[in-house]
């Protein structure tokens, strides 16, 4: 029997409007989803219906008055000092709506319907920490996740691909046991964090792990990352879901960074992601970065294909680049 997929994506919802000139812009969606049907994944798809969080959800992560004064930005159409993340009036109940989608994805995944999830939604979120917007980002969805699954006993990781940190989500789980959060980045890039000696708070040593590589970085170099440095961590903490901030803006052809990735590299780490889980049905990917479009339709089905069990190789995976180093400056920190 064909493993099962169970999608987020509502683009005919959304109401984020960041401009004509912005990256980070609605047809990210309809493309990532091209992506699925370019892999031969749609008769494995099955699509959930759209809902947004509920204030009790959001505030898992997010103080209340930092909700109320987000909500009266978008719907005022202003914006936050980070002059890259854009409002309009649909914003927030786009985010919101986002949030609930990656909620909806767990709770579909706990009762059994799918074997993986993919949450297609906008926009992005592992730049927003508990109390600020920033770098294209309103809400932290993939937090507010690990969250209420960490309230409910799990054991949760939280792996970040995307090329930039994921700042938002560490602060958030800075100092909380509960939750592993693991990130391979291009550094120096924005946001400027995510350094290798950067472990997690007092009550959570070791809890984060940073994995920094340098601009031109290939995919062996993240495969050996992921393989000789977190993979050790990764098994010692024994997570029980996996949620992925599936960023693919470290393709060779993206605008915004300058790793050198291929679909084929998506596709190791997908498979990465589904090898760390316990089993079926708790590894969830959410869209974070990718803002070349057929870079971004190919990662992702090569992606949820492996994810999957499937191969979609639409390019082959690349090699030879820097960052033989900064593996083994993140070794002797993370396994002293």
Known sequence: MRRVLILAAWPELDRHDTGSWHPERPARVPAALSGLVDAGLADAVVALEARPATRDELTLVHPDRYLQHLQQLCEGGGSVDDTDTEMSVG?????????????????????????????????????????????????????VAAAKLAADGERVLVLDWDVHHGNGTQDIFWNDPRVLYVSTHQ??????????????????????????LPPGATGDVVRRALEEVAAPVIERFDPTWVLVSAG??????????????????????????AGFAPGPGRTLLVLEGGYDLQALRMSVGASLAAVLGERYRPEAPSSGGPGAGAVEAARRVHLA
């Open 91 to 143: 914003s927030w109940e786009t985010a919101v709506l986002a949030v609930g989608g990656v909620l909806t994805c767990v709770q579909a995944l706990q009762r059994g319907h799918g074997d993986a999830a993919f949450a297609a939604l906008r926009p992005p979120g592992h730049h927003a920490t508990a109390t600020e917007a920033m770098g294209f980002c309103l809400l932290n969805s993939i937090a």
């Open 187 to 212: 550094s120096p890039l924005y946001p400027g964090t995510g350094a290798v000696t950067d472990t997690g708070g007092p009550d959570a040593p070791g809890t984060t792990v940073n994995l920094p």
């Open 248 to 273: 693919y803006d470290g393709h060779r052809r993206d605008p915004l960074a300058h790793f050198a990735l291929t679909a084929g590299d998506f596709a190791d780490l997908g498979q990465a992601s």
